[in-house]
């Protein structure tokens, strides 16, 4: 019989949500947990509401309602203010609490310092939780760490899980009900084929909790995803191992199972190395076959001297040659980038969207060095006085908490506004053929940096309208002259069109866009506001206002809806008149409306 009967389990959920859905998470960690203890205990649950700000009440519903006697938390380091959140609830009601993932691994006895936490697993969780399940609170149970006699016990340390195969599947069931999809049926869920990685990188905290990469076998991988499989519906499944093509007899197996089954209704993604996609180039075709759309590449920097501090084993040749061959074979790339390592200057991080430009990358993620707890990184910064915060809720990537050498923590916000300003292509904006049309490109592109801008809690609207600007304004100073070759069913444009960004009434930067022959050319122009052009007027105040409007909450239920939208487009109009049925989508909508007509508006009365 086990100590504990009645278990609760929750992912802590990030502070501020990144505007992207593939971010969303899909519980699978502690569905894992439920997994190992499922046939020895009475009950398991997660709380309802878990995907939005009624978490809270929701647990401490549960908590009245039916018998817990263990609370089980996984907190990443930028969820970790909201995992004691739960804690102090779970307190309350007078009940046992453990506390495992990334954050509580790296930081014991700072976690134990809070009395809401009655002990911490240490590591890979499945094998710990099981044993403190049966057991109870034990010096006999490996991985555990727990206050005692006003100090802290550290239990044996427990290896990795070395036979991977024997983790039970990921008890998906479980899950909460996710805009409008429960338990196995999520439209965007997960997968890991293996564990750990073969390398060390100083800023990557997987080596803290999963070590040295073992890899599934192809059979046990190819079960998970026949349980995913719906030949009516396609998923979008990340595979987000550290590296999934470390093995790639392993990745070809996989492949040729999952073909022979007919397992290939789904969209995937994953990451690896350029080296390892280089020596895949023989079954890229069959990965396309199977759905992998698109790989993630961390490139992280141009600088040969950054990589080796990072200790990253690029070459640089390779990432070139590698991005080319998913290419041919009908597979995105999307390469990552880390600004503000502290040997790098402002002059360093500049080259970083035209480096990645050339590089044929069409998408790509600029996000700021963050030193998690457990890293080398960490240490390294810690040393060198160049943490300047240990808020961790703004430890997701996207808010700098740190500085470098030369550039303060403000100048970090900057370069990383300027680098995807830098990076746009402006194609979106060049296909259209009116000033209508440019402007609601715009819109909706301002409106996405405007959501990036807002995972960083500390950002006042005043600052985030400056920042943007200042990057618009530099990014003109380097007077870009943009070209798009236009296809046949575009329209000749009679006249150009213009649509100005205005911060002030002083200033604006405008997007002109003149047809030369079978060409646009789009120039970008930083000017006084002294004349005004024919065409449209965005004031950003007004952009960043209103995108200060929308919960995260309700913009990723919009994103969600609409990633299922572009992934099944066979079933569109069902699709279709779930999203136009949510108030979100009419929030969102009049907004851009309002701002659309409010452009028009103003260029009017400027012209008046």
Known sequence: MAFFKNICLIEAPQAVISPFPR???DCIGICYLAAAVEHDVESL??????????????????????????????????????????????????????MGGFHPTALPEEVLRHRCVDAVAIGEGESTFRELVLKGLSKEVPGLAYRENGGVVY???????????????????????????????????????????????????NDTMHKGWRGRSPENVVEEFARLHDPKKKKLIKIWDANFLTNIKRAEAICDMMIERGLTNFRIMTETRAKDLIRAERILGKLRKIGLSKVGLGIESPNTRTLELMNKKNVLDDVSRAISL???????????????????????????????????????????????????IFEEYKNEGHITSFDWDLYNNFCPVVSTRSMDTPTLVQMMVYCNVAFCNYRSVLKRNSVSGVLITMLKDLFQLCFLMRVNKTLEDGIITDTIYRAFARYAGEKPEITYQCRPSDKPLKSPVVVSVQRSCEEAVDFIIEQRGDFRRLSIIHRSVNSMPAGAVIRLDEVVAASGSISMDSLMRLLFRNELIQNNPGRMAGQLFSITGDPVFWRVLRRLVTLYSRSFKKTSELAA
């Not at 907190?75 to 004691?84: D, H, I, Q, Y």
């Not at 049926?185 to 905290?205: E, L, N, Q, V």
């Open 23 to 25: 971010y969303i998470s």
């Open 155 to 205: 239990t044996a340390q427990r290896p990795v899980i070395g036979e991977i195969d024997s983790i039970a599947f990921p008890l998906r069931s479980l899950r909460p009900r996710r805009y409008g999809e429960k338990g196995t049926d999520y439209s965007i869920d997960t997968i890991y084929t293996s564990r750990g990685c073969p390398w060390s990188c100083s800023f990557c905290a």
């Open 326 to 376: 998913v290419r041919g074979n009908g597979i995105g790339a999307e390469g990552y980038f880390i600004i503000g390592h502290y040997t790098e200057t402002v002059e360093d991080t500049l080259v970083y969207p035209e480096f990645a430009k050339g590089l044929g990358l069409r998408q790509a993620l600029f996000m700021s060095m963050t030193p998690y707890p457990g890293t080398k």
């Open 45 to 98: 649950v997660i709380p309802e509401n878990y995907y939005n700000d009624g978490l809270y009440d929701s647990f401490r519903a549960l908590l009245k309602q039916r018998p817990v006697d263990l609370v089980a938390i996984s907190s990443m380091t930028g969820c970790f203010n909201n995992a004691l959140r739960l804690a102090e609830i779970a307190k309350e009601h007078g009940v046992f609490v453990v």
